[in-house]
């Protein structure tokens, strides 16, 4: 699992740089702009390159879903799914959190450029928002579909210094995910070392600059530096001895990047583009988001290709039984009570005669809805070696195998079936029984669930609320047993609330609007009592702190309050929420994967 905790590492984009972002044009030019093909790190698979240079700041590709994964067991005997570890973000350092209430409960999986891009810690070059809740425009009391989509998109990706034509695309991972595979990346720097180096080269040179030492002394020094016996990472980040001044001047990156770039005639050959597809809202009322072209595609031409990380047994995606246990105040998970799969299947491909399940995790093809008389996509394995498929796995790997192989295997070209024009919705055909199983749902939906929710009027998502409602007052814990809030919402208060808790005279120093980031999820709070003071609200509030103790703050202003989501309360976890999974086509499924009688 990767961390965003460290991203700020990663240089912040200044609030000119944003103002950029939001006037660039993603207008697509003739030529394809965006890339994904073999990884210019040695072993690392995949990544994505831009194929024209780019600036601090400039948005790249479209923006990604976030789908989140809720208390999963990934074991299937002693054996463990890493693979999808591999693929998912740590769930509340990219504002999932609040989807469980264990620890380390959700992880998150952005299928898009967030799940592809790589890390090199000596050149990073692209950061990225977090993403932000997004129903699609379903909502729950009025469309089947809800609950089957993710809630949470928007994840935009930028440029956070500038990258030449034919640049890969590299991000922050947290330093842990190198340290704690060593037998894959050996002892490689970390961003820390690369600093360290940069200081240490700097201190070199003014050393050797001050002594009159000749050039074979100077040489001589640099080599006992870097030839330390024991291999630091810091060691192994400095530059050769003629490359120093390059590396004072520009940054150790900079002596890098001409290794990290794929010329376009090798993107062309060896990868897929990413920009004939973009998001919009689809033309299925039930569907939420869509995928439509961006150029004209002729008839037989490749859209785009996905590598498909696998999961070997369907039930490593279950979603289990979980309680509201009042004396611990906690919810306990009963992973021996299956409730249903997680909502991650429905972006997942498999078979009736397979326990494998194949998730993509390139950009845009998510959102291809289905449609069997409007399909005007196909699928076709992906050539032997491109896009890391390797078709040995598809004759020789049966699916018992496939646990203990922790990198990409399997990969999909997506083909126009005709000619599509620009701006046309893409469909496919996800398959006879994924159709069924949708009709039959809708039918339950319009004869009872929807009915269900049509009682329950109070329910409303937490952002909906906190949009609507971001000036109004907040109730007392007494108000509130006369007149409740939704049983969806819980109230929390901002971390920095608890600066009121030491003097409540100091508020008027402290800033009566605090920002809620996308992850901030806040404390456990209760409104005791609200005031007016100086023409505006303010609040005494029960407040639970991080390490359990309970504190009173009073004068607390109303920004530092707002609602949640409780935690298995979204729309994802309603019982009767569509699941279903994507069909690999009859003709396509391996014989070696075939367990299921
Ligand atoms: C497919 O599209 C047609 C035409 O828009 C529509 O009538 C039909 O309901 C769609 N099928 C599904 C399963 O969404
Ligand atoms: C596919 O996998 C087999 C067995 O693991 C290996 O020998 C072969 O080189 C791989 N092929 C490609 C194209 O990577």
Redesign the pocket.
């Known amino acids: 699992m990767k961390s965003m905790f460290l991203l700020l590492l990663c240089p912040a984009l200044s609030q000119e740089q944003l103002q950029h972002e939001f006037e660039f044009q993603t207008s697509p030019t003739k030529l394809c702009s965006l890339y994904i093909a073999p990884s210019t790190i040695p072993n690392a698979g995949l990544g994505i390159f831009t194929a024209f240079p780019l600036e601090t700041g400039d948005r790249i590709g479209n923006h990604d879903l976030m789908i989140p994964i809720v208390d999963a067991d990934l074991s299937i005997g002693d054996k463990t799914a890493w693979m999808i570890d591999d693929y998912t973000w740590d769930g509340s350092s990219t504002g999932l959190g609040r989807e469980s209430r264990r620890e380390y409960g959700v992880t998150g999986f952005g299928p898009g450029l967030d799940g592809a891009i790589n890390c090199n810690l000596a050149l990073l070059n692209v950061d990225r928002q977090l993403p932000e809740w997004d129903d699609a425009g379903l909502h729950r009391s009025r469309n089947p579909g809800a609950g089957a989509v993710a809630q949470y998109s928007g994840s935009k990706t930028f440029a956070s210094s500038a990258i030449p034509a034919g640049g890969e695309l590299f991000k922050f991972y947290g330093d842990n995910w190198f340290e704690s595979r060593p037998e894959t990346f050996g002892n490689i720097p970390l961003s820390s070392d690369y600093v360290r180096a940069d200081q240490l080269l700097r201190r070199f040179y003014y050393l050797q600059s001050a002594a009159t030492f000749s050039e074979n002394i100077k040489r001589s020094l640099y080599d006992l530096v870097t030839s330390f016996p024991f291999q630091g990472r810091t060691v192994i980040a400095l530059p050769k001895y003629h490359e120093i001044v390059q590396a004072i001047v520009n940054g150790i990156g900079s002596l890098k990047q001409p290794d990290a770039i794929r010329s376009i005639r090798e993107l062309e050959s060896t990868g897929r583009c990413l920009d004939n597809i973009q998001p919009g809202s689809s ?2 009322p ?1 569907a939420g988001r869509g995928a439509f072209a961006t150029r004209p595609l002729t008839a037989g031409k490749v859209i785009t290709g996905s590598p498909f990380f696998h999961i070997p047994y369907d039930s490593m995606l279950f979603l289990y039984k979980n309680e509201w246990n009042e004396g611990e105040n906690e919810f306990d998970v009963d992973m021996s009570v299956v409730r249903g799969y997680q909502l991650l299947l429905n972006y997942c491909w498999g078979h009736k005669a397979s326990t494998v399940l194949l998730c993509p995790y390139s950009a845009g093809v998510n959102l291809i809805n ?5 399909a005007n996509v196909a699928v076709r394995w992906a050539p032997n070696g491109q896009l890391s498929h390797n078709s040995t796995w598809l004759l020789e790997t049966p699916v018992n195998e496939m646990t203990s192989e922790y990198s990409t295997k399997i990969a999909m070209d997506f083909t126009a079936l005709r000619d599509i024009e620009a701006g046309e919705e893409l469909f496919l055909d996800y398959g006879d029984e994924w ?1 069924k199983a ?2 039959d749902h809708v039918h339950s939906w319009t004869q009872f669930f929807g009915k269900l929710e049509g009682i329950r009027p109070l329910y409303q998502a937490a952002s909906t609320y906190n949009n609507e409602n971001s000036k109004s007052a907040i109730l007392t814990e007494d108000e509130q047993d006369i007149d409740p809030y939704p049983a969806n919402l819980e109230l929390r208060c901002h971390k920095q609330a608890m600066k009121f808790v030491k003097d409540e005279t100091l508020a008027t120093c402290i800033n009566p609007s605090v920002l809620w980031q996308p992850a901030e999820d806040g404390l456990e709070c209760d409104v005791l009592e609200r005031k007016e003071r100086g023409g505006s609200l303010v609040y005494t509030i029960r407040l639970v702190s991080n390490d359990g103790s309970i504190h009173i703050a009073k004068g607390v202003p109303r920004s530092y309050l707002a609602f949640f989501d409780r935690p298995y309360s979204t729309d994802m976890h309603l019982p009767w929420a569509f699941r279903h999974e994507i069909a690999i086509p009859d003709d396509m499924i391996p014989d070696v994967w075939k367990n299921v009688k």
Not at 370 to 374: G, I, V, Y
């Open positions: 033309s299925l039930e289905h449609n069997q008389s409007q159709e949708w009709i």
